[in-house]
Each structure stands twice: as structure tokens, then as C-alpha cells.
């Protein structure tokens, strides 16, 4: 029987929800492209429920402790006292959202032994050292796609309102305001400008597909370039590079997966060379952008505004310059952990969980490393550093 060591963040505040805004979310069958949406045998949760909290549990317990199999389930992960650390020596399957990851890094799978399967409930693991878990042997998987869509539209929101100074102008209201010069001053139309996406992988191509319709520009740059039909139907313009691209454009939207070639790709003289007034949106990594420059380029006016909900470390501490920089839309990492979304990507977990322990093959598009190698997703996507 195994150990399952579930990473979760904290319920709300006020205490799990007893009732929802909403009696149902809508299903979802498929995905762009033709994937199917998660298919378990079975879910022990509501559609729509909070499942990414502690509480929530991802609707996982009723079908581990069935089968005799052990569940913790944790919001605790920082620091050597942290549950994670302690229970981590004996566990076999860890499981953690990248909302809230649990970060696998080389030193902890060292002490892991046990350990033989990493899920991300979402999609994105490089909280997950890769190189160190093909080394250990450790299978890593993912929910891909179950949360793109949901992240494509937090983009598009953000897009918006950095552009049209809503959150400001929101403000305005809720201090009793009502000066329309002070709202308007910042205020832009998307319609007509060129926005570039960073990768057009699953998010990237759904945020392109989602501006198109607002008049807007649309450029990409990607390790791989897509299909001479999308192009066309798009009207896209391709880049081979970031640096090749960012010039043109006056939003650049950041749907990149964090590896070396990527880290820290946004500095000082990459953002030096974009429009003086261009938004920046990241929902992919944080580590993708240097910290410091994103504030000075906010500070200096280079960067019009800069929204995202990612940050390093996640959580980010109280002090993190990114809560206090001008002309910000950030949010906590929320992008894809919508209710919608946790239906989805709950099942998916569940679903790949049902494949291990039936010692059934997993999905190739969720898997991420597989016997000591890059596999499926993974492979696509992510360079190994040996």
C-alpha cells in the first residue's frame, strides 16, 4: 500500500465554503486539438466544489483509503520542520499544485527514498527538480491542459485591465470618487495594437486566438513553430526568438515553461529594447523575469504596467517589491485554479493515480519524466540540464 503525501494551500479564512456562488460549473469533454478532458473511472467530489484547499483534499480520500492506501494532506512545505519534510522520508507518491508547490528539489528527493511518483495538479512542473527525479528514477506527471484555457482567459483579463487602467479606476469608486480625468489617463484600446506571445503552446496559441477578435496584432515566437495553417487563419507573425519579437509589440504575454533557456530571459537589456509604454503579462514562471529589473522598468516608465499572479517564492513574502511597484495587476497565483478548473484537473489527478496503482500506462500527455528520461509533455517542452 502507499503513502500519498498531498501539498494543498490553505482554506479560506472564513472556513471551507458550506455554498458556492454558482450550483454547477459546465463540462468540459475535450480540449482544442482533440484531447479528451480527465477521465477517472469515478469521482467522490461535486463539480464546481473547492478542491485545491486543504479541505478540499482533492477529492482524493475516499478512493485512497478504500483501496488501504495512506493520504496526508498538508498546507505546511517551508522549512525543515514543515510536514512535507517530515513525512517526505516514507511517502511514495507526492502530489502538490503549482498554486502552492511543493518544491521537490534534489536535496528532498534525496531524502525520499521511497518516493517513486510526483503529480502536479495543474500543469507546470518545474517545482519538481527534473534532473534529480530522472536520476532517482521518479516518475513525474502532470494534468496537461485540464487548466490552459483557464489561465488563457486570466491573461486576456489582465491585458485588459492594465490597458484600460481598471483597477485603478475601480478604485476611484470604491474611495467615493468619481474623477473621470484621473481614470482616463492611463486608459488605451487594445484595438490595433501588436501583442506577442512568448511560446504558442497551449496557452500561448488560446490568448492569441481570444485578443484576435479585439482588432489586435498578433506576433509569437516559439521552439516550435506552428502549422502554416494557424498562421494564416491567425494572421500571425513569427519570431525566432524573444529579442526578435519584443520590439514590435505593445503586449507581450509570457506562456513559457521555466528551464534554463528561459530563466531569467526578461533583464535589463531585453526589457531596455521593448517600446517605451509596452505591458508585460507573466502567468508562466516568475523566475522567467528578473524581479528587480520588472521594478525598474515600472519605475522608470520603460514598462507601461506589469500584472501576473506568479512570484518566487510562492508565497511571496509580505516585503516582495512586487506588491508596492507602480502600475501593477497582480494577483496570488490563481490563474488556473479556478472552480472550473479544479474539477478538471482533481479528475485528472485521480484519473492518473487510478493508471499507477492498476500499473496501467499513463497518459502520454501527462507525463512529464518517465523511465530516467524526459517523456510525453515533458519531453516537449522542458530541456534537461544533463
Known sequence: MAKVLCVLYDDPTDGYPTSY???DVPVIDSYPGGQTAPSPKAIDFQPGALLGSVSG?????????SQGHTLVVTSSKEG???VLDRELPDTDIVISQPFWPAYLTAERIAKAPNLKLAITAGIGSDHVDLDAAIKAGVTVAEVTYSNSISVAEHVVMMTLGLVRNYIPSYQVVVDGGWNIADCVARSYDVEGMHVGTVAAGRIGLAVLRRL???????HYTDRHRLPESVERELNLTFHPDAASMVPHCDVVTINAPLHPETEGLFDDKLLSTMKRGTYLINTARAKIVDRDAVVRALESGQLAGYAGDVWYPQPAPADHPWRTMPHHGMTPHISGSSLSAQTRYAAGTREILESWFAQSPIRDEYLIVDGGRLAGAGAHSYSAKS
Open 21 to 23: 456562488a454558482r450550483d
Open 57 to 65: 483534499e482533492l477529492g482524493l480520500r475516499n478512493f485512497l483509503e
Open 80 to 82: 525543515d520542520d514543515s
Open 212 to 218: 484576435a477578435p479585439f482588432g489586435m496584432l498578433l
